[in-house]
Structures are given as structure tokens and as C-alpha cells.
């Protein structure tokens, strides 16, 4: 269906190379799911493979796209040209009155296709389903999806996790859902940096996810077991030898020249002794090597940080939320206190940012906390014209901005990533640039808006450690199933009359 062949990409301003002789064939009912941390070029991979032309601009590619049949590219973000257009106006090419089956399973009305409503002012997850909605009205034969399920609502969650399975399309998509990866995912393409990003390695697994961590763990263990075991056996070996070579060059030196004959059978012996040792060298040749693998990230929040448990935190009322005019909830209460940790889900456009957002304009000027913010939209915080290292100094004196380094380099980011403009890097790199953030100021109470959206599937387990961990409060957006379910105490949905208690 669709077949990559001998795929090399590298970086034009630092000629890294993210991809190197990659070939690969997208079959019929694959179901093929990119993984890697951020920055290690999966979505450069994916515009590669849909249009050449997408990446000129910052890329070096060689290599093969061989196909005959349509293909539909849906882009991580919303391109900005569309965001004055309206809904009506986005559509407007479409027959999108043949296919009120498709937004039905969207939760999108035909008055919602036909409204004047701003694309730039919908929710994060209204952007994806009316791309994803006009992506199959344009009947493609194979999908490729950049975080499809970026700021999906739980209930689209399950719809597009359906829909995957159950389609006859080859789909290969980016994605950070760990739960979306473990029910859908036939096909693992594992993009890797390794040793410090100087070398790179695209693994393929056609199977379950959860099958390939098993594999990939037992594998790896496997492979260090031998590697040890070899260099222990070569180092007894090595000293076994080492005492017969010092006893034959200690008779060679002590023999007397009245014992020819005894020196010819030492010569003998000594050349015995040199051709085993060089024999062991050319085994040591050989040797499987150690498994490289890329690091997880290391980050965790100081174990000092903590509030009262009986503090109030947050006596939030409020009336009536509005959105452009128009009521989206109310009634709402919300209360919390300590270091309890809440997570908030509901449907797109229920208006959470909203509502987290006058949540922190009530909670910034307070002083007997402190409190981080990490937005939806980086943008509303990181000056995507300054480097990571200029963010943070902005901020922080000279020793935290060491600090800063160390962390950053825990967190994989190479020199260059660390001087160069934030605008450049991933969405992944740039959340990391706001939890490292958030751990320099030493905040008490968090408000995150969709914190793990961005984070891949291996990072994702230890930045939910490190807030499950963290002894103030959180108050969270989320639809990622794992975060609510592992870092949250209380889950509530933000519905037409308020806030409710969820069950997972």
C-alpha cells in the first residue's frame, strides 16, 4: 500500500540524522503507531512521507515514497491560515451532507458545520475532529495522524480508538495515548537518539503494543546477560592466559644456552601461548555489545514541597460561564484543599481552559502559596523567539540556570536545542522547557491544562511519577485516561450544570 525505502533525513543546522537507511512497507490492516521522545523527528518522518516539500525548509532527505493510492495527512496542529475562517467557510468545498455519519460519530451537528464560529477560537479538540471530519470526507485509501488525539474529549477518545481498529485503511499515526497505543496498535515503529543524539535507530514490531515492551525488556536483558557473561568468561580466560605466558617467558629468560634444545620447545610453546591470545582477541571482536537504549528522562519535583493539610487552596464559585455569549455551565463549585490533587475531563468545548483560567487569575496574587501554570496554548507563556536557556534566565539567578542545564540535559536536550530559538522544537520538548519551569519556581499548587498531551509514551510514565509524587496541589485538564487514573484523587466532569463527579 505504502513503501519507504532507504529513508535518510538528517537536521540542516546541526546535520543530526534522524532517520538513516529506513525502509519499511505500510500494509493493508496495519495499524502502525510512531513512538520515540520528543524531538527525535516523528512528526518530521510523517510530513516526509506525505509531501517531500514540508520539510525542505529545515531537512536533508534522500530516499523513496512508493505509492499509488490517495493519502490523507492530518497535521499536529491546525494551520493558522484557517483559524479566521469559519466552520461553514472550512467545509464549504465539502459534500459534508453525505456524511452526517461521520460527524454523528464526531459529536459534530450539522448546525456546528454551518455556524460562523471562528476555527481560532474553538477548543484544542474541536480543531482535531473538524480536520479528522474533512480528512474522510475526502475518502482516502491510507491515513497518516499527527496526535489525533491530541485534546479529544474521553468519549472521542473511544470513538477514534473504534475507529482505528475497526477500519479497513492502513493508518499510520503519531501518538502519546498510551491507552489509544495498547487497544489499537498492530505495528511499532520505535524512532530512538542515541549516545548523547549522535547515532539514531528506527526499531519495527508487528505486534501489540504491551507485547512490544515485554519483548524489547526481555530482549534487552537477554542481550546484557550474554554481553556480561562473554566479558566475564574473556577476563578469566585473559588471566589464565596471562599466568601461562609470565611462566614460559620466565623459563625463556632463565634457560641457559647449554640447553638448546630446551629453548627450541619454549620458542615452540611461547608461539602456542601468542597465537591463543590473539585467538581470544578475535573472539573479544566479536562480542555482542551491551544494548543501547534511550534513556528515560529524569525529573521529579524537590520532596520539601508541601501545604497543611487542612489549607484552603481553592473556594471557587461561580454563577455562570461564558464563552463568546454564550453559557456553557453553571453553578459551578469547586473546593480544594491540601495537597489533594484534582483532575478535571468533559467534553470539547465545555469550556475547562475557561474555567482553569479564571481559576489562576483568582489564585496568581495570592501570597501564602505559590502557584505554576501550564497552559493548552504555549505560546501564552514561552516567547517562541528566545532559546530555553534565555527563558529561564529571565527568571532564575545564575545557579538555577545551571541547574537548569543539568536538568535539561536529564531531560535529552542537546546543546544546541538549549541556545536555539524554542520555536523550533517539538511540542514535547516545548512541555518539558514548562515542567522544568515549573520545578525551578518550587510552586506548591500546579493548574495544568492537558500537562501529558505532548509527553510520548515513555516519557509519560515518569512525568505522571513525579506529579503523583508532588506533595502540594494539582488542579489538572486532562482526557488522558492513565494521568486521571494514577495522579489524580478526585476526578469531576464539567458539564451544562456544573461540576460532577466521573467515574473512569
Not at 278 to 295: G, T
Request: hydrophobic share 35%; with cysteine.
Amino acid at each position: 500500500m505504502l513503501e519507504l525505502r532507504n529513508i535518510n533525513i538528517s537536521l540542516k543546522n546541526d546535520s543530526r540524522k534522524i532517520v538513516e537507511d529506513f525502509s519499511f512497507t505500510l500494509k493493508r490492516g496495519d495499524k502502525a503507531v510512531i513512538i520515540g521522545e520528543e524531538g527525535n523527528g516523528k512528526s518530521t518522518l510523517l510530513k516526509f512521507i506525505y509531501d517531500k516539500s514540508l520539510v525542505d525548509g529545515y531537512c536533508d532527505c534522500q530516499g523513496d515514497i512508493i505509492t499509488k493510492y490517495r493519502t490523507a495527512y492530518l497535521p499536529q496542529m491546525l494551520e493558522k491560515e484557517n483559524y479566521d475562517k469559519s466552520a461553514a467557510e472550512f467545509f464549504e468545498d465539502k459534500e459534508y451532507y453525505l456524511y452526517t455519519d461521520v460527524l454523528s460519530k464526531l459529536g459534530l451537528t450539522l448546525d456546528f458545520i454551518l455556524s460562523e464560529q471562528k476555527l481560532g477560537t474553538m477548543s484544542g479538540g474541536e480543531k482535531v475532529k473538524i480536520q479528522l471530519a474533512s480528512l474522510l470526507m475526502d475518502e482516502p485509501d491510507i491515513l497518516l495522524l499527527d496526535e489525533p488525539t491530541n485534546d479529544l474529549d474521553i468519549d472521542t477518545l473511544r470513538w477514534l480508538e473504534k475507529f482505528i481498529s475497526e477500519s479497513s485503511l492502513p493508518i499510520l499515526y503519531i501518538s502519546h495515548d498510551e491507552t489509544l497505543i495498547e487497544n489499537t496498535a498492530n505495528v511499532i515503529l520505535h524512532m530512538e537518539q542515541l549516545i548523547r543524539k549522535s547515532r539514531c535507530r528506527i526499531s519495527v514490531a508487528r505486534c501489540p503494543y504491551s507485547d512490544y515492551l515485554s519483548y524489547r525488556r526481555e530482549n534487552f536483558a537477554h542481550q546484557e546477560q550474554v554481553a556480561e557473561k562473554q566479558r566475564e568468561d574473556y577476563k578469566r580466560q585473559m588471566e589464565k592466559w596471562r599466568k601461562i605466558y609470565d611462566k614460559v617467558d620466565h623459563e625463556q629468560r632463565s634457560i641457559t644456552r647449554q640447553n638448546p634444545s630446551g629453548g627450541r620447545l619454549l620458542k615452540k610453546k611461547m608461539h602456542t601461548v601468542l597465537s591463543m591470545g590473539k585467538r581470544f582477541e578475535r573472539e573479544k571482536e566479536n562480542f555482542i555489545d551491551y544494548p543501547l537504549e534511550e534513556e528515560a528522562i529524569i525529573t521529579k519535583f524537590d520532596n520539601d514541597i508541601s501545604l497543611p493539610s487542612g489549607k484552603t487552596v481553592l473556594d471557587f464559585s461561580l454563577n455562570s460561564l461564558n464563552i463568546c455569549g454564550k453559557c456553557l455551565s453553571e453553578n459551578i463549585h469547586l473546593f480544594v484543599s491540601g495537597n489533594e490533587h484534582i483532575g478535571i475531563t468533559g467534553k470539547n468545548g465545555a469550556g475547562k481552559s475557561t474555567l482553569l483560567s479564571l481559576i489562576r487569575d483568582k489564585l496568581k496574587n495570592r501570597h501564602d502559596i505559590m502557584v505554576a501554570y501550564m497552559p493548552q496554548n504555549y505560546e501564552e507563556v514561552l516567547d517562541y523567539e528566545k532559546s530555553p536557556i534565555e527563558h529561564l534566565a529571565e527568571n532564575y539567578a545564575k545557579e538555577e540556570i545551571t541547574k537548569a542545564r543539568t536538568y535539561m540535559g536529564s531531560m535529552r536536550f542537546t546543546h544546541d536545542e538549549m541556545t536555539g530559538k524554542i520555536g523550533n522544537l517539538s511540542g514535547g520538548q516545548k512541555a518539558k522547557i514548562l515542567f522544568l519551569d515549573m520545578v525551578l519556581q518550587r510552586a506548591n499548587v500546579l493548574l495544568l491544562d492537558e500537562p501529558t498531551r505532548n509527553f510520548s509514551p515513555l516519557s509519560a510514565p515518569v512525568v505522571r511519577k513525579a506529579l503523583s509524587d508532588f506533595g502540594g496541589a494539582v488542579i489538572s485538564i486532562s482526557h488522558d485516561r492513565k494521568y486521571l487514573h494514577e495522579v489524580c484523587d478526585k476526578v469531576y466532569q464539567l458539564t451544562e450544570n456544573g461540576l460532577f463527579p466521573y467515574q473512569l
